[in-house]
């Protein structure tokens, strides 16, 4: 044992030491080392200087103690061949730390991930004419360009941007001399590991080996989507219909696509182009989801459209003045922006969607998948107010260790360990009444810790993936408004828009639907060309679909049914006074929009009442 001796190597990958005696050989030795890296006998050379001089070699018959290698020493270790170079070193995954193995599966991140990474970033800053002393080639600490992540920077943003853009706080990570080689995003696990032998499982047993970290919440610095978008405010105001028209809340699906938001150094944007509504009961208090057996169906159809799922969107919403046309403001610094139940609804939505990351060992890390409330704003009008929950929140929700506090919806409970789950603890840091930093046990826990807030905009010139038209195709599971997707409704819209192009007429989201999820005549299995033409607005693949038998057969249906004059629907089978009955509403001369009475705007082209 007084012979044993500790030997420091130090290589492109790191620092590793190697137990060795000063008797043994020098190929004894360089075998020790070739397999605490992972290299074959033949892949490296290893050097008594960092200038690679004093090579040690397997030929050299001597012990180290004849080559005056001391215990503490460092060596240097330099490849033969370029690092990742399979023919020269094995799998690194067992010796590198972070790295992904390599057999697992490829990653292919999304679409505009691959945009990002290509992209340079930086934020370049004009030559300022009273700081800047050189000549207009020069840089200085006043011109010269700044990191997509520089704090100052976006602190000083009207408004300030409180949180770097998912790629700004990955340039971070890789912005150091080794690019990022050793970085890591591990997702959190609040699950005991599996797989430990050295006790009886939990109750009965558990050690620091499989025991999960404790957690202490932090305020998330970064954020996967840095806007969200909605195309139109059509897209915004029929959802909100159902709400004006029955005073219940209600719940939906965002169908769009991630862009580039240039306002924020390598940020992301969801587009939102429609609005699915499931099957779901609302009242004016509460909403339940049902089971959706359309739900991917909808989905195929939307990535045909060039579409995907990019977040959900719910009201919460009390009228004020219905004369007025003013909502109650509720949520607020004073109350709560999201509450805990609406929090861990986000949480399970956001775990469903993954977003896909190469840095990852598990291949995935947080989500991009969006949070829309509509709800009152400061001026008693609706607002769009956008949210995601943090990824702490997300592993909480996905391990089930979060609960919402039934009296304050502003808390939530961080559960406590039970025989049949164990629960690490969780903490939260505040400010007690000195001025202090204390750390608080996360029961209960306040929800502004798992929520990051992003904005929410319409465009100054709206967008239009689908088409508008006076007359619009009825919305999905709308029947308690006599709303209903059939072939009738499908006749009165056909009737009503029959000047427009058939392209235009065609390209309604809710339509594509109902044509594809129809009981008589489902086109799910036909209808690919038809998607292709309002993908890529080809009037000519349109024209081309129309001329099939299918479209022949929809509308000899079409036909067989009565169609009434009037567009308006009836609601004189919903039996509440809160509905809205038809003579209470009034067509905008501009836009043939229907409004609610009492009004002196329409809410859709926002011209006065003539």
């Keep these: 044992m007084a012979e044993s001796m500790i030997i420091r190597i130090q290589s492109p990958e ?16 360089l075998k020790k080392v070739a397999k605490e890296f992972g290299f074959r006998n033949n892949g490296f050379s290893v050097y008594l200087n960092r200038n690679k001089t004093g090579e040690i070699t397997a030929t050299q018959n001597k012990s180290l103690n004849v080559l005056k290698i001391k215990h503490g020493d460092m060596l240097f270790l330099f490849p033969s061949s370029p ?14 730390q972070g790295l992904r193995p390599s057999s697992a599966p490829q990653v292919v991140e999304d679409d505009i991930d691959q945009f990002l990474i290509k992209q340079d970033g930086k934020i370049y800053r004009s030559r300022d004419a009273q700081l800047c002393r050189h000549g207009p080639l020069g840089k200085c600490v006043h011109c010269v360009p700044l990191e997509p992540f520089d704090e100052d920077y976006l602190n000083h943003l009207e408004p300030p941007v409180k949180h770097m853009s998912f790629h700004a706080y990955i340039r971070k990570l890789t912005g150091g001399a080794d690019k990022g080689k050793f970085v890591a995003l ?41 806007n969200i978008m909605f195309e139109n405010h059509t897209i915004a105001d029929r959802f909100l219909d159902f709400w004006r028209k029955t005073g219940n809340q209600r719940m939906g699906y965002l169908y769009g696509r991630y862009t580039e938001h240039k306002d924020i150094p390598l940020g992301i944007r969801a587009e939102v182009a429609a609005i699915y509504e499931p099957p779901q009961i609302g009242t004016q208090n509460s909403l339940e989801l049902l089971d959706d057996p359309k739900a991917e169906i909808v989905d195929d159809v939307a990535g045909k459209l060039g ?38 609804t986000a949480g399970y939505f956001q775990n469903q969607h993954p977003n896909m990351c190469r840095l990852s060992p ?21 607002h769009f107010e956008g949210y995601q929950v943090s990824n702490q929140c997300m592993a909480l929700v996905r391990d089930e260790c979060l609960l919402p506090c039934r009296d304050a919806p502003e808390l939530g409970y961080a559960k406590e360990s039970s025989s049949e789950q164990y629960v690490p603890d969780v903490f939260y840091k505040d ?25 929410t905009t319409f465009p100054k010139d709206p967008v239009y993936t689908f088409s508008i038209s006076a007359n619009p195709f009825p919305i999905e599971n709308h029947d308690v408004l006599g709303e209903t997707q059939d072939f009738h409704s499908l006749a009165t819209y056909l009737s009503q828009n029959s000047s427009s192009v058939f392209l235009h007429l065609i390209s309604d989201f809710h339509l ?58 009836d609601y004189s089978s919903v039996g509440s006074s809160t509905h809205a009955p038809s003579s209470a509403l009034w067509s905008c001369q501009h836009c043939t929009f229907m409004n609610q009475a009492g009004t002196d705007q329409c809410e859709m082209c926002r011209l006065p009442r003539t």
């Design 14 to 29: 790191g620092v590793k030491r190697v137990t060795a005696s000063k008797r043994e050989t020098a190929a004894t030795f």
């Design 307 to 344: 579409l995907r799922k990019v977040g959900w969107i719910f009201t919460d919403l009390i009228s004020e003045d219905t004369r007025r046309g003013t909502v109650k403001y509720s949520r607020n610094k004073d109350s709560y922006f999201l509450s805990s139940e609406e929090c861990i």
């Design 362 to 382: 598990d291949g995935h890390f947080g989500s991009k998948f969006v949070s829309v409330v509509a709800t009152g704003g400061p001026d008693n009008q609706v």
């Design 431 to 455: 400010i007690d009444k000195f001025g202090n930093e204390i750390t608080q046990l996360a029961r209960p826990l306040p929800v502004e810790y798992l929520i990051i807030d992003i904005t």
């Design 83 to 96: 690092a990742g170079s399979s023919s020269e070193i094995m799998d690194t995954s067992s010796v590198i």
């Design 186 to 226: 591990e997702n959190i696990s609040c699950k005991i590991k599996s797989g430990c032998e050295g006790h009886p499982p939990w109750p009965e047993g558990i050690c620091t080996k499989c025991q999960p970290s404790a957690i202490t919440l932090n305020r998330q610095k970064y954020r996967h989507v840095d």
């Design 512 to 569: 594509l639907l109902f044509l594809v999820t129809n009981e008589v005549m489902p086109l799910q299995d036909s209808i690919s060309l038809l998607l292709d033409a309002v993908r890529t607005r080809n009037e000519e693949l349109a024209q081309t679909w129309k001329k099939t038998e299918q479209w022949a057969t929809v509308e000899q249906l079409c036909s067989t049914v009565g169609v009434q004059p009037s567009g308006i629907p």
